[in-house]
């Protein structure tokens, strides 16, 4: 406590040392506390007012300092500037932000003008209740506060030694007595969103100490209208708008021009017949709302609703009677309304003071609710109350019955729609039928439909008439033509449907005056009277068109659904169709599921599921076939048809066939079946096993031809020949033709021997022999010579690889003599003209030195193991060895030729090699073509281009 007066004084002193010495002319300070209705529970604005003598200076200001007295702490400074005046009295409000009882609060003011600053008066104080309190108290309590709002609440101790608990919210301290809550915007303990409660809890006391606030809004109340409903007085009226959330004694209070009224509840005013104002205003704890209004109320007259209504109704109108309560009423132009069921009446009535209306239009037998409201005429403000009264229409005759026909079987079936309440204008007593077929009228009970009549006998159209009867009597009678087998060379086909219902279309028939008809009955539903339709009045297009919806189809059922045209005599038919509004599985199985075998398959067959238990559109058949002993699904097939071939091997099969529909499938219908084995099977097998080896051995053969050298080289390769040891001989006879028609022939040896020698390298000896002439003869011709003899010994290469000494001249002739091309040629065993006709036997052909000349073209080769090339031209082609002895008019083609077993003149010695065979060009001009040989190597004697044998050679081997 002595620090804080020492630090006050502190404070005074360097004050008064800032100032200059201005006389304080501050006068009659007085502090106080805003009075309010609820400022005892916690006061919030103090109060501060003073006089100052001094008006020298227009304008001045003031410093005025708000401090906590017992901790001397500064909680407010402001400088304020005020306008001197006469009276130099000033006031000045400061709201805290805590209760003001919380603790003492002292105020100082100085002034400042233009030219000085006085000093300070001395405190003046507002004293709290901390200083006398003698209880415990919480500030603020029992106080309203705007939702939202940040309120400090404080707790008075009773003693400067009392203590809070420690889980109190009252945290700081601001006097010895005195503690506050930190600011929050929602209060502690919330009972509800507009009330709270607030405790202090002191330690070693009983009982807490504490306070209840509440929250809400200001009034919101709006659109305030004043009107007069009596022509004498003006009632008023507003709107809440936003609640205010306070109720009892802290909710809005209400004045109208000055008088309290309660919500829209005010006493009535006086009616003035001119512009009036009125004003409302709407207060509560946390502000106040006005609100006016302005207008002339002899032009806002709102009627009260009419008295003592009644009625008088008749079929087809009625007149409602009332009367008013307020006279004033009487002399007043009007116009009223009438309401129907819950419509405006079309039609709006007016005149002065009226009390009455017909209404006409109405349906026979029919009830309504009338309700009657009117309103000012001339000036119009608002319909008035309404007044209400219920009545019902008297009976009158029935409209006509819709009827329609349905054919079963043997007879014809007359049916008709009951008729609605609307339609029947009363309570139906029945129904009257004529037809032209009998004399007297046909009465039917009230709640009969459906009326049987025998057609079988009939071959012309019938006319029905049909009329329903109420008390009021008949109905206009409904005119029916039923026609004889309408449905005569009509097809039916299938729809589908649309959305459980059917959409059905058909084209516009010329000569329909009435309209269409659209018939609908379940297929296999043989009930009599079971057909519904539906009649169109008229197409808007070229293509008609109706929705049938699903309401009126059972699902799973098969409905037929027909179209006929409205005409001037019986209907037509133009179109019938068949099909299922909602699809299901089918109920049952295919009937008679029969197989039988025939050859290697097995027809099976069976008939479909019986009509009424398809339940939908059969799309096809599943057929699943199963091995009976190993249980495994051979194959599963669909197909439309009801029956289907199958191939199957012999042994014992389980056939299951299944219905199925666009939702699923029908019940298993199973059959069994042996499938044995035929003698045809049997044939059949082995002619296709046997066909099958015979393409394989074809296919086979025809490979290895095609590819015969390929495997001969594979599986027969050449092996070349050792050289023949020992001595041996050989003999041949070398024939030249000469002139004047003889041929001059020469026999020649040629020995082996076991050592060559140096004029003899390959260990050959050329020996001629004498040379006798013959007269000249074809060369192949079979020509007997004297010296010749059969070879006991033939060998084709006695010298492999032999190397002649020389090459051997082959003269060209340009004309041809004997071509050979692309063919292999049997050669004969060559023999002396003693002892020819060997066996036949190939050979490659051998290259001929005789007189004839050879011609060679289109390719050159060499001459084999020879030491010295002759160039040869020859085409790309192997050709076979002529056979020698005979005609050269032979064409041979195709074949491969061993080397002929002879010797003869030419002593052929012959090689292992294939060459391309030149073409001989000789008189015969046969063709060979395509085939190879191998090309021996000749050993013939050197010849000139005279086709004469050289003397000096002759004798010597030679190579060709």
Same mark, same amino acid.
Not at 330 to 341: D, G, H, P, T
Not at 675 to 702: H, K, N, P, R, W
Not at 936 to 947: G, S, V, Y
């Given at each position: 406590?002595?620090?804080?007066?020492?630090?006050?004084?502190?404070?005074?002193?360097?004050?008064?040392?800032?100032?200059?010495?201005?006389?304080?002319?501050?006068?009659?300070?007085?502090?106080?506390?805003?009075?309010?209705?609820?400022?005892?529970?916690?006061?919030?604005?103090?109060?501060?007012?003073?006089?100052?003598?001094?008006?020298?200076?227009?304008?001045?200001?003031?410093?005025?300092?708000?401090?906590?007295?017992?901790?001397?702490?500064?909680?407010?400074?402001?400088?304020?500037?005020?306008?001197?005046?006469?009276?130099?009295?000033?006031?000045?409000?400061?709201?805290?932000?805590?209760?003001?009882?919380?603790?003492?609060?002292?105020?100082?003011?100085?002034?400042?003008?233009?030219?000085?600053?006085?000093?300070?008066?001395?405190?003046?104080?507002?004293?709290?209740?901390?200083?006398?309190?003698?209880?415990?108290?919480?500030?603020?309590?029992?106080?309203?506060?705007?939702?939202?709002?940040?309120?400090?609440?404080?707790?008075?101790?009773?003693?400067?030694?009392?203590?809070?608990?420690?889980?109190?919210?009252?945290?700081?301290?601001?006097?010895?007595?005195?503690?506050?809550?930190?600011?929050?915007?929602?209060?502690?303990?919330?009972?509800?969103?507009?009330?709270?409660?607030?405790?202090?809890?002191?330690?070693?006391?009983?009982?807490?100490?504490?306070?209840?606030?509440?929250?809400?809004?200001?009034?919101?109340?709006?659109?305030?209208?004043?009107?007069?409903?009596?022509?004498?007085?003006?009632?008023?009226?507003?709107?809440?708008?936003?609640?205010?959330?306070?109720?009892?004694?802290?909710?809005?209070?209400?004045?109208?021009?000055?008088?309290?009224?309660?919500?829209?509840?005010?006493?009535?005013?006086?009616?003035?017949?001119?512009?009036?104002?009125?004003?409302?205003?709407?207060?509560?704890?946390?502000?106040?709302?006005?609100?006016?209004?302005?207008?002339?109320?002899?032009?806002?007259?709102?009627?009260?609703?009419?008295?003592?209504?009644?009625?008088?109704?008749?079929?087809?109108?009625?007149?409602?009677?009332?009367?008013?309560?307020?006279?004033?009423?009487?002399?007043?132009?009007?116009?009223?309304?009438?309401?129907?069921?819950?419509?405006?009446?079309?039609?709006?009535?007016?005149?002065?003071?009226?009390?009455?209306?017909?209404?006409?239009?109405?349906?026979?037998?029919?009830?309504?609710?009338?309700?009657?409201?009117?309103?000012?005429?001339?000036?119009?403000?608002?319909?008035?109350?309404?007044?209400?009264?219920?009545?019902?229409?008297?009976?009158?005759?029935?409209?006509?019955?819709?009827?329609?026909?349905?054919?079963?079987?043997?007879?014809?079936?007359?049916?008709?729609?009951?008729?609605?309440?609307?339609?029947?204008?009363?309570?139906?007593?029945?129904?009257?039928?004529?037809?032209?077929?009998?004399?007297?009228?046909?009465?039917?009970?009230?709640?009969?439909?459906?009326?049987?009549?025998?057609?079988?006998?009939?071959?012309?159209?019938?006319?029905?008439?049909?009329?329903?009867?109420?008390?009021?009597?008949?109905?206009?009678?409904?005119?029916?033509?039923?026609?004889?087998?309408?449905?005569?060379?009509?097809?039916?086909?299938?729809?589908?449907?649309?959305?459980?219902?059917?959409?059905?279309?058909?084209?516009?028939?010329?000569?329909?005056?009435?309209?269409?008809?659209?018939?609908?009955?379940?297929?296999?539903?043989?009930?009599?009277?079971?057909?519904?339709?539906?009649?169109?009045?008229?197409?808007?297009?070229?293509?008609?068109?109706?929705?049938?919806?699903?309401?009126?189809?059972?699902?799973?059922?098969?409905?037929?659904?027909?179209?006929?045209?409205?005409?001037?005599?019986?209907?037509?038919?133009?179109?019938?169709?068949?099909?299922?509004?909602?699809?299901?599985?089918?109920?049952?199985?295919?009937?008679?599921?029969?197989?039988?075998?025939?050859?290697?398959?097995?027809?099976?067959?069976?008939?479909?599921?019986?009509?009424?238990?398809?339940?939908?559109?059969?799309?096809?058949?599943?057929?699943?076939?199963?091995?009976?002993?190993?249980?495994?699904?051979?194959?599963?097939?669909?197909?439309?048809?009801?029956?289907?071939?199958?191939?199957?091997?012999?042994?014992?099969?389980?056939?299951?066939?299944?219905?199925?529909?666009?939702?699923?499938?029908?019940?298993?219908?199973?059959?069994?079946?042996?499938?044995?084995?035929?003698?045809?099977?049997?044939?059949?097998?082995?002619?296709?096993?046997?066909?099958?080896?015979?393409?394989?051995?074809?296919?086979?053969?025809?490979?290895?031809?095609?590819?015969?050298?390929?495997?001969?080289?594979?599986?027969?390769?050449?092996?070349?020949?050792?050289?023949?040891?020992?001595?041996?001989?050989?003999?041949?006879?070398?024939?030249?033709?000469?002139?004047?028609?003889?041929?001059?022939?020469?026999?020649?040896?040629?020995?082996?021997?076991?050592?060559?020698?140096?004029?003899?390298?390959?260990?050959?000896?050329?020996?001629?022999?004498?040379?006798?002439?013959?007269?000249?003869?074809?060369?192949?011709?079979?020509?007997?010579?004297?010296?010749?003899?059969?070879?006991?010994?033939?060998?084709?290469?006695?010298?492999?690889?032999?190397?002649?000494?020389?090459?051997?001249?082959?003269?060209?002739?340009?004309?041809?003599?004997?071509?050979?091309?692309?063919? *292999?040629? &049997?050669?004969?065993? #060559?023999?002396? %003209?003693?002892?020819?006709?060997?066996?036949? =036997? $190939? @050979? !490659?052909? +051998? /290259?001929?030195?005789?007189?004839?000349?050879?011609?060679?073209?289109?390719?050159?080769?060499?001459?084999?193991?020879?030491?010295?090339?002759?160039?040869?031209?020859?085409?790309?082609?192997?050709?076979?060895?002529?056979?020698?002895?005979?005609?050269?008019?032979?064409?041979?083609?195709?074949?491969?030729?061993?080397?002929?077993?002879?010797?003869?003149?030419?002593?052929?010695?012959?090689?292992?090699? *294939?060459? &391309?065979?030149?073409? #001989?060009?000789? %008189?015969?001009?046969?063709?060979?073509?395509? =085939? $190879? @040989? !191998?090309? +021996? /190597?000749?050993?013939?004697?050197?010849?000139?281009?005279?086709?004469?044998?050289?003397?000096?050679?002759?004798?010597?081997?030679?190579?060709?």
């Amino acid at each position: 406590m002595s620090v804080w007066l020492l630090s006050a004084l502190l404070v005074s002193l360097i004050e008064l040392a800032e100032q200059d010495g201005l006389p304080l002319s501050i006068r009659d300070v007085k502090v106080s506390e805003e009075k309010t209705e609820t400022s005892k529970d916690g006061a919030w604005v103090l109060n501060v007012e003073w006089t100052d003598e001094n008006n020298e200076f227009e304008k001045v200001s003031y410093d005025i300092e708000i401090i906590h007295t017992e901790q001397m702490r500064t909680v407010h400074f402001e400088n304020i500037h005020v306008k001197a005046e006469k009276s130099s009295h000033y006031h000045w409000k400061w709201t805290s932000p805590i209760p003001l009882q919380c603790t003492s609060h002292s105020v100082r003011l100085r002034r400042r003008d233009q030219l000085r600053i006085s000093e300070w008066t001395s405190y003046l104080t507002y004293t709290g209740q901390d200083q006398n309190s003698l209880t415990s108290q919480v500030y603020p309590r029992n106080q309203v506060f705007l939702i939202g709002s940040n309120i400090t609440f404080c707790c008075i101790l009773k003693t400067e030694k009392a203590s809070l608990n420690n889980l109190s919210k009252f945290v700081i301290r601001i006097s010895n007595r005195t503690y506050i809550t930190e600011t929050h915007k929602d209060p502690f303990s919330r009972t509800s969103e507009y009330f709270s409660d607030v405790d202090c809890e002191v330690k070693n006391e009983k009982s807490s100490s504490g306070a209840s606030v509440f929250f809400g809004y200001p009034p919101d109340d709006q659109n305030l209208t004043c009107i007069t409903r009596d022509l004498s007085s003006v009632e008023c009226q507003w709107k809440l708008g936003r609640k205010t959330q306070l109720y009892g004694t802290r909710a809005t209070n209400y004045t109208l021009n000055g008088r309290k009224c309660e919500f829209n509840r005010c006493d009535p005013l006086e009616l003035k017949k001119q512009i009036t104002n009125w004003t409302l205003i709407a207060r509560n704890a946390l502000g106040e709302k006005i609100v006016t209004d302005t207008g002339d109320p002899t032009h806002r007259v709102w009627l009260k609703a009419p008295h003592n209504i009644s009625h008088a109704a008749h079929a087809r109108n009625a007149t409602v009677h009332w009367s008013w309560s307020v006279t004033e009423y009487a002399s007043l132009l009007m116009i009223c309304q009438v309401m129907l069921n819950g419509n405006i009446y079309n039609k709006t009535f007016s005149g002065k003071g009226l009390a009455s209306v017909v209404l006409e239009h109405l349906q026979p037998f029919t009830k309504y609710t009338a309700k009657v409201s009117c309103g000012s005429h001339e000036h119009f403000f608002q319909w008035g109350d309404w007044s209400e009264i219920t009545f019902t229409t008297k009976e009158d005759i029935p409209e006509l019955v819709d009827v329609w026909i349905q054919y079963s079987e043997n007879h014809t079936y007359i049916q008709w729609k009951p008729l609605s309440h609307q339609q029947s204008h009363g309570i139906i007593s029945g129904y009257k039928l004529t037809m032209n077929t009998i004399k007297s009228p046909v009465n039917i009970g009230a709640n009969e439909l459906c009326y049987s009549i025998a057609s079988e006998n009939e071959k012309n159209n019938q006319i029905i008439k049909l009329s329903a009867k109420n008390s009021a009597g008949l109905s206009p009678p409904s005119v029916l033509i039923v026609p004889h087998d309408p449905g005569k060379g009509v097809s039916i086909s299938l729809i589908n449907s649309t959305n459980g219902g059917f959409e059905v279309f058909w084209k516009i028939y010329p000569n329909s005056t009435c309209g269409y008809v659209v018939e609908w009955f379940p297929t296999y539903n043989k009930t009599q009277c079971a057909v519904d339709w539906k009649k169109i009045p008229e197409c808007i297009e070229d293509l008609c068109q109706t929705w049938i919806p699903p309401v009126e189809f059972k699902a799973g059922e098969r409905y037929t659904i027909s179209v006929f045209a409205c005409t001037n005599g019986a209907p037509v038919l133009l179109q019938r169709s068949e099909g299922y509004a909602i699809e299901q599985e089918p109920q049952g199985t295919v009937q008679n599921l029969h197989g039988q075998q025939n050859g290697r398959n097995v027809e099976l067959s069976w008939k479909e599921v019986a009509l009424d238990q398809q339940k939908g559109i059969i799309l096809g058949y599943k057929v699943k076939i199963t091995h009976s002993e190993s249980k495994k699904v051979i194959k599963t097939i669909e197909t439309k048809a009801c029956e289907v071939i199958l191939p199957l091997d012999p042994g014992s099969y389980i056939f299951t066939v299944r219905a199925f529909t666009s939702v699923g499938e029908s019940e298993d219908a199973i059959l069994t079946m042996n499938v044995e084995t035929t003698i045809d099977q049997m044939l059949a097998a082995t002619l296709v096993g046997c066909s099958a080896a015979t393409l394989v051995f074809i296919i086979i053969t025809v490979l290895c031809y095609r590819k015969r050298e390929w495997l001969k080289d594979l599986l027969y390769p050449d092996i070349p020949e050792p050289k023949l040891a020992g001595k041996w001989t050989t003999q041949g006879i070398y024939c030249t033709q000469m002139t004047e028609g003889y041929v001059k022939c020469e026999i020649q040896e040629v020995h082996g021997s076991d050592h060559p020698t140096s004029e003899n390298p390959h260990g050959l000896d050329h020996h001629c022999s004498k040379k006798p002439l013959f007269p000249a003869q074809p060369l192949y011709y079979n020509t007997t010579f004297p010296c010749a003899k059969k070879l006991t010994s033939i060998i084709e290469n006695p010298s492999y690889n032999l190397t002649t000494p020389g090459p051997v001249d082959v003269v060209q002739t340009s004309k041809p003599l004997l071509e050979m091309q692309d063919s *292999y040629l &049997p050669a004969s065993k #060559f023999a002396q %003209p003693v002892c020819h006709s060997e066996q036949d =036997s $190939y @050979l !490659p052909a +051998p /290259k001929f030195v005789q007189p004839l000349s050879i011609a060679v073209e289109d390719t050159y080769i060499f001459a084999p193991t020879s030491g010295k090339t002759t160039p040869i031209h020859v085409e790309d082609t192997y050709l076979p060895a002529p056979k020698f002895g005979q005609a050269p008019s032979i064409h041979v083609e195709d074949t491969h030729l061993p080397a002929p077993k002879s010797v003869q003149q030419f002593s052929i010695l012959v090689e292992d090699t *294939y060459l &391309p065979a030149p073409k #001989f060009v000789q %008189p015969s001009n046969n063709l060979v073509q395509d =085939s $190879y @040989l !191998p090309a +021996p /190597k000749f050993i013939q004697p050197n010849f000139a281009q005279n086709n004469v044998i050289d003397k000096n050679t002759a004798g010597k081997p030679q190579s060709a």
